[in-house]
């Protein structure tokens, strides 16, 4: 099916009058949407950066022990391609701040490492692609990459290419943003992709992951063609045309926890593909769901239909968000779906006591109802023994959902408030016992229940044994009385014989007299 090249296929398709129509309606699109940004969406991006800001303090890189170290910038190499020339598979290339005007090449496994993504800058000079990626096993982190050739080019493009790693970077005003080609396993995260006019394009591409990353102000924020088994969760995708396109061959992909917000088209996905838009129970938060949440539990009741073949079954009553926690060496996210703003995020834990908390801030628009369904790890608290808001305890739906790994659960409030999650040893301890108690006392009433029902028992029998006793002597009774009444037979019996044999000898002595005469 994939057996041609992108670039021959745009110049197959855009012979096609529809398909023309279709890029330069794209172009159109794009032109308009440059002033597109009210007051309003301004604000909700500056929001989703400080949120993808957290994410991103936790992102590393790791180094093997045999790797080197090349430079870029003062002290070492002047450009970044001839530190990759130089570099051998393994090595990290890291480069200091200040502006690249360069169009790179990379064609083995490296590391290339920018000092800071928004004084870090790759500029393609409006030249064909700003990164082209040849290798598998890349990591590329730390940079602001921009200005491709701004119809065709690509910030990166990743090509043949498997386990290539693309985070913590800003991929602003090229043609297409990132686009892998004829590439699988790799990984796309925490980056902010914005002002291109493809932002993230995956042609002829399988099992890839897209995550975590902020992609707005372009044409199309996604565009699936001939790509299947691709996992795109906890994106923000706002204030493109069109959120995501999903063209010919789009199949068996899966879209959770991201959220669409004021995109002109959340979603367009051509009717015969067919893919997958929750996960365990979970959807995607769309700004334009009208559904109901009559149970509580912070998941629409009615799905929010995209096609004939793609619904959203469990559609999110508010955004997603998962806020990165770092506790005994490893990261942690804990999971939120609301209607408000949640900020001043953080994870305490007081050895003293065997505590842990969860703090943060929260806050509705307009001061009214709100709400918050929250996933916590195990790994961070064992059990939630109450939620404080505003220092006062509050009564928790606990949601019953048996993966067995999280806490779910979910609450309500008013207006601006601060919300505590509590887990305590102590409490623990102090619940344990009084589980323990509980059941004993169980125990204890089924013991006694059992002895009752013994005692009730004992009752019966003596009563049986009276009753056997009374039954034993009536038939002792009527046994003397059998026997009485024996005697008495035998002896009516014996003196009827004996009248019988009397009577028969008389009447025998009678009748020889009669003959005698």
């Excluded at 005692?455 to 009536?474: R, Y």
Aim: charged share 20%; with cysteine.
């Amino acid at each position: 099916m994939c057996n041609h090249s992108w670039k021959d296929t745009i110049k197959r398709l855009t012979a096609k009058p529809l398909i023309n129509k279709y890029l330069i309606t794209r172009l159109n699109y794009f032109k308009r949407w440059g002033t597109y940004l009210s007051k309003t969406a301004l604000a909700l991006f500056l929001i989703f950066c400080l949120n993808s800001a957290v994410n991103l303090q936790n992102s590393r890189i790791l180094v093997n022990a045999g790797s080197s170290l090349l430079i870029v910038g003062e002290g070492g190499y002047d450009s970044i391609q001839e530190a990759i020339n130089n570099a051998s598979s393994g090595d990290v290339i890291f480069v200091r701040k200040g502006v690249y005007r360069e169009n790179i090449i990379i064609n083995k496994a490296v590391t290339l490492m920018g000092e800071d993504r928004e004084n870090t800058i790759i500029d393609g000079d409006s030249k064909g692609n700003v990164i082209s990626i040849n290798a598998s096993y890349v990591n590329i982190s730390g940079f602001t990459i921009k200005n491709s050739e701004p119809i065709t080019g690509y910030g990166i493009v990743v090509d043949h290419s498997e386990k290539v790693i693309i985070q913590n970077n800003i991929i602003r005003g090229n043609g297409i943003g990132i686009q892998l080609t004829y590439s699988s396993e790799n990984q796309v995260y925490n980056n902010t992709v914005s002002t291109n006019r493809i932002g993230l394009h995956l042609f002829c591409s399988a099992k890839n992951a897209i995550y975590r990353n902020v992609i707005t102000i372009n044409t199309d924020g996604i565009f699936i063609y001939y790509s299947t088994d691709n996992s795109f969760y906890e994106n923000t995708i706002y204030s493109n045309y069109f959120g995501v396109f999903v063209f010919h061959y789009g199949d068996n992909n899966i879209f959770y926890h991201n959220n669409f917000v004021n995109n002109v088209n959340n979603v367009y996905a051509e009717q015969a593909t067919s893919n997958l838009w929750s996960y365990k129970g979970e959807g995607n938060y769309w700004n334009d769901y009208r559904g109901n949440d009559m149970n509580g539990d912070g998941i629409g009741d009615v799905p929010r239909k995209i096609t004939d073949k793609n619904n959203d079954d469990y559609p999110l009553m508010g955004r997603f968000c998962a806020f990165a926690v770092s506790y005994k060496g490893s990261v942690h996210y804990v999971a939120t779906t609301s209607n408000a703003t949640i900020h001043n995020f953080a994870f305490k834990t007081t050895t003293e006591l065997g505590s842990n908390m969860l703090l943060f801030d929260v806050g509705t628009v307009d001061g009214s109802a709100g709400f918050i369904r929250m996933t916590i790890p195990k790994e961070l608290m064992d059990n939630v023994h109450m939620v404080l808001i505003d220092d006062e305890k509050v009564n928790v739906n606990f949601l019953n959902v048996t993966e067995g790994k999280n806490i779910y659960l979910y609450f309500t409030f008013f207006g601006n408030c601060s919300v505590k999650i509590v887990y305590s040893e102590i409490l623990e301890l102090y619940h344990q016992l009084l589980k323990s108690y509980s059941e004993l006392l169980d125990k204890f009433y089924d013991l006694n229940e059992s002895y009752f029902k013994l005692l009730a028992l004992n009752a019966s029998n003596t009563m049986l044994i009276e009753k056997i006793n009374i039954l034993n002597e009536a038939l002792y009774d009527q046994t003397e009385n059998f026997k009485g009444l024996t005697y008495v037979f035998s002896a009516s019996v014996a003196i009827f014989i004996v009248t019988t044999i009397y009577l028969s000898k008389k009447a025998h002595e009678k009748r020889g007299q009669v003959i005698k005469s």
